[in-house]
T-cell receptor, first 114, second 111 residues
Framework: DSGVTQTPKHLITATGQRVTLRCSPR?????VYWYQQSLDQGLQFLIQ???????AKGNILERFSAQQFPDLHSELNLSSLELGDSALYFC?????????????FGSGTRLTVV | SQQGEEDPQALSIQEGENATMNCSYK?????LQWYRQNSGRGLVHLIL?????REKHSGRLRVTLDTSKKSSSLLITASRAADTASYFC???????????FGGGTRVLVKP
C-alpha cells in the first residue's frame, strides 16, 4: 500500500457518459497529480493541484475537469466519454517539492469505454 | 509530449545478468528520477539523481547522469525474476511542478 488511494479500481461505461475518479493523497502530501496512461500515448500529465489550487495543466481535454477539496482529496471528472478515453488513470501525490522526493502513485483506475 | 526517451524499448535477460537501460531528455532539468511499473500497477519511485550529481547507488541499482549529453542510465545488477517490469525515467519542469515521463523500457528477466 503506497498510501495513495484511488477509487474505483475498474470502471466500465458507455460512450457519452460521465464518470468521476477519486484520489486520496498520502498523509501530509499537499500536491496531487493526475496522469493518463494508454498504450499509444504513454504516461500523459493531465493536471496538478497544490493545497486546493490548480498549479499546472497538461494536455487535458476540455471534457475533463478536476478539483482538489479542502481535505486534500481530488476528483477527476471525465464527461462525454469516447472510446479513446479508455486508459489507466493514475493519481500521484508528493510532498512540497518533487525535486526532493518524487511521486507516490496510487494503483490507478482502469477505465473502459464501450 | 515526452521529455525523456528510453532505450531500448524492450530487454530480455537471464536471471543473474545485468540490465542496462538509457534515457535521453531534451531540456534542462533539476533532477531525473526512475520509476518501476509492474504490469497494470502503479509506478514505484526507485531513485532520484540531482542535476549536480553524476552517479548514485541504491541497493542493486546504479544510476548515472550526464547533463552535457542530456542522458541517464539505469543499471540493475544481478537481476531477479521479480525485476520483470517496465522502467520509466522522468524529469521535472523548471518550476518543479510536474514530472514528464519517457516511454519506458520493458524488462523481462527469465528464470
Amino acid at each position: 500500500d503506497s498510501g495513495v488511494t484511488q477509487t474505483p479500481k475498474h470502471l466500465i461505461t458507455a460512450t457519452g457518459q460521465r464518470v468521476t475518479l477519486r484520489c486520496s493523497p498520502r498523509s501530509g502530501d499537499l500536491s496531487v497529480y493526475w496522469y493518463q496512461q494508454s498504450l499509444d500515448q504513454g504516461l500523459q500529465f493531465l493536471i496538478q493541484y497544490y493545497n486546493g489550487e490548480e498549479r499546472a495543466k497538461g494536455n487535458i481535454l476540455e471534457r475533463f475537469s478536476a478539483q482538489q477539496f479542502p481535505d486534500l482529496h481530488s476528483e477527476l471528472n471525465l464527461s462525454s466519454l469516447e472510446l479513446g478515453d479508455s486508459a489507466l488513470y493514475f493519481c500521484a501525490s508528493s510532498a512540497r517539492s518533487i525535486s526532493n522526493y518524487g511521486y507516490t502513485f496510487g494503483s490507478g483506475t482502469r477505465l473502459t469505454v464501450v | 509530449s515526452q521529455q525523456g526517451e528510453e532505450d531500448p524499448q524492450a530487454l530480455s535477460i537471464q536471471e543473474g545478468e545485468n540490465a542496462t537501460m538509457n534515457c535521453s531528455y531534451k531540456t534542462s532539468i533539476n533532477n531525473l528520477q526512475w520509476y518501476r511499473q509492474n504490469s497494470g500497477r502503479g509506478l514505484v519511485h526507485l531513485i532520484l539523481i540531482r542535476s549536480n550529481e553524476r552517479e548514485k547507488h541504491s541497493g542493486r541499482l546504479r544510476v548515472t547522469l550526464d547533463t552535457s549529453k542530456k542522458s541517464s542510465s539505469l543499471l540493475i545488477t544481478a537481476s531477479r525474476a521479480a525485476d520483470t517490469a517496465s522502467y520509466f525515467c522522468a524529469t521535472d519542469d523548471a518550476a518543479g511542478n510536474k514530472l514528464t515521463f519517457g516511454g519506458g523500457t520493458r524488462v523481462l528477466v527469465k528464470p
